[in-house]
């Protein structure tokens, strides 16, 4: 069976009915879309390959040895939640440590169980941020797919006036013991006047495993009016999986999201970030760091940002980085839409590229879209290789060759990772740099 075949059957054959009307109406729209418009965005994107092969769902009963979880965890204080395979695992997760600040739930048990207490909450935010102007739509089949065929995802709300210190990890393990489509969906909402970081990884367990994995991610984030939102993502060492990873923003008044990636020798991937901005003095800003080492298999990376702004006086800013080796490919797509009548609104775009090799290739597009003349709007590209005169100031201090190269790989990165506000994750990402550069 086909990837498209495979989908319609998993469809045609749903067991799982939501208690509720509203949300049981949104999976029956999904549904709906999805048979209008079938893969045709596949077809469009990096993933034309995923169509070659045959995925199952998998199923809960997957457990992984938990010496093994205990390595994952990058800090023992943090907060984690882990899901194996699309499935959260209560089990394995510290949820002491969420009782005491926040309302949190698993998706699944919301979806297809009733839980009086909380289901209504979720109902007022799931696939919220798809409304505009009272119409619902979607943006691509694959949050159709996701939102049809979720099998689990979690609910996490922060009550206004709290400072979160403690961070919260989102852990995705992929352990499959066949080829895997895996669909899960976050909803997090941080309430007025709050403060809350995320970090968000995916890790493969089995690296040896001859399993292909096709994850595909829903995440809501709803930044209320004062608050302020930190949310990582790392997406790296993942050679069999395709990755799509949606992420989904509505910013009130005075809100600061901040969204930072790091993608590195990954099979293919879509990040996809959509920011509408609510409310006045919104500030947004959303970076990437991508690095893809020499490979026998052809590596592609899609980073696409679209920000609306519908009120005056907000900021955002992009700023994108990639390096790429043999085999490797980029591709940054970005648009800035403001409405009429708006002011004081400050916006940027910078996307820069470095090309190791004559195999990689870069594709950058950055785009505005303005109905106002009140604006201060700016954006960059930059494409090339190694400065070779930084390679020779380096070789006349007494450095070799291959730690110059190094050298000045690292600089080039080192702009966005200082810019992670998260020590640990800060050293994290330069060790693996200077690891894997070789």
């Not at 010496?67 to 699309?86: A, D, H, M, R």
């Not at 979806?111 to 409304?131: E, G, S």
């Not at 409405?339 to 870069?362: A, F, G, P, T």
């Amino acid at each position: 069976m086909t990837l498209k075949e495979k989908i319609w059957f998993f469809l045609k054959n749903l067991k799982n009915k939501s208690p509720n009307k509203y949300i049981e109406s949104i999976i029956n729209k999904s549904i709906g879309f999805f048979y209008k418009i079938g893969l045709t965005e596949l077809k469009k994107t990096c993933f034309k390959s995923v169509l070659n092969y045959d995925f199952d769902l998998p199923n809960g009963n997957n457990d992984i040895e938990y010496s093994i979880l205990k390595k994952l965890s990058f800090n023992n204080k943090f907060i984690s939640l882990y899901f194996i395979n699309g499935f959260f695992k209560s089990s394995l997760s510290n949820l002491w440590k969420l009782k005491k600040y926040i309302k949190f739930s698993s998706l699944k048990n919301c979806l297809f169980h009733k839980l009086p207490t909380i289901l209504p909450t979720i109902t007022k935010y799931f696939c919220n941020t798809l409304f505009s102007k009272d119409h619902f739509f979607f943006h691509n089949s694959f949050i159709a797919i996701n939102i049809s065929l979720t099998t689990d995802g979690i609910f996490i709300k922060i009550p206004k006036n709290t400072n979160l210190k403690i961070p919260i990890e989102i852990i995705n393990i992929y352990y499959p013991k066949k080829s895997s489509i895996i669909n899960f969906k976050n909803i997090i909402v941080v309430g007025k006047n709050s403060k809350l970081k995320i970090i968000e990884r995916h890790i493969s367990t089995s690296k040896k495993s001859k399993n292909y994995i096709f994850s595909n991610v829903f995440t809501e984030i709803f930044s209320k009016d004062q608050s302020q939102v930190e949310v990582f993502k790392l997406e790296n060492d993942l050679r069999k999986t395709y990755l799509i990873d949606n992420t989904f923003i509505k910013q009130s008044s005075n809100s600061v999201c901040k969204v930072f990636t790091f993608s590195s020798n990954i099979r293919n991937i879509i990040n996809n970030i959509n920011c509408l901005k609510v409310g006045t003095d919104t500030q947004s800003f959303f970076n990437g760091l991508s690095f893809f080492k020499k490979s026998n298999n052809i590596s592609k990376i899609y980073n696409k940002i679209f920000i609306k702004h519908l009120f005056s006086n907000s900021v955002s800013s992009q700023n994108y980085k990639g390096i790429f080796s043999k085999n490797s490919y980029g591709i940054f797509k970005s648009k800035i839409k403001i409405n009429e009548n708006l002011y004081n609104i400050k916006s940027k775009q910078i996307n820069s590229n470095l090309l190791l090799s004559n195999s990689s290739k870069v594709f950058s597009r950055p785009e505005f879209k303005t109905a106002s003349s009140k604006v201060k709007c700016s954006h960059g590209t930059n494409i090339g290789k190694l400065d070779k005169k930084t390679i020779f100031f380096f070789r006349t201090r007494g450095i070799e060759k291959k730690q110059s190269i190094k050298l000045a790989i690292l600089i080039f990165a080192n702009e966005l990772i200082k810019l992670v506000n998260l020590n640990i994750l800060k050293t994290q990402i330069r060790n693996y740099l200077k690891k894997n550069i070789n």
